[in-house]
């Protein structure tokens, strides 16, 4: 199931030539993956009393159109691959129908001393093990 994450940009997210900064990307993707783990009811506060985190392992991604100054972007978040302790999303940046961004982003769980640990029971069932 696709989660979508409504946002818009600020002048803050934008650089001297009046688009999104790229980095600020990575922040729109990073809140969509928060929201999503929230609403699927994972408590990361709890997670991080127990020592455990999600850490990004790997981000591919690709740049398409420029968003600008107070555009309403949606941020679209699909797990498509899932391993003991390792997910895999696909994250899509929309304006409209119009993609701007997308990434293939793998998270880890770890838990204490940076050790692999399982995913939560409410993100491990999402998609067939791969």
């Given at each position: 199931?696709t989660?979508?994450f ?6 803050e997210?934008?650089?001297?030539a ?24 994972i ?6 009393a127990?020592?455990e ?7 591919e991604?690709?740049f398409?159109?420029?968003?600008r ?26 304006r ?7 990434a293939?982003v ?8 940076g ?6 029971a ?9």
């Open positions: 199931m989660h979508r409504d946002t818009r940009v600020f002048y997210d934008t650089d001297m009046g688009i999104v900064y790229h980095a600020n990307y990575l922040k729109f993707i990073e809140r969509a993956r928060s929201d999503w783990v929230a609403g699927l009811g408590d990361q506060r709890a997670m991080l127990r020592g985190v999600f850490a990004v392992h790997r981000i991604a690709a398409h159109l420029p968003a100054f107070d555009d309403r972007l949606v941020v679209e978040s699909l797990a498509v691959q899932a391993g003991a302790a390792r997910l895999v999303l696909d994250q899509r940046v929309l409209g129908e119009a993609c701007l961004f997308d293939r793998t998270l880890v769980c770890l838990g204490p001393g050790r692999p640990r399982r995913l939560p409410g993100l491990a069932g999402l998609v067939p093990p791969g």
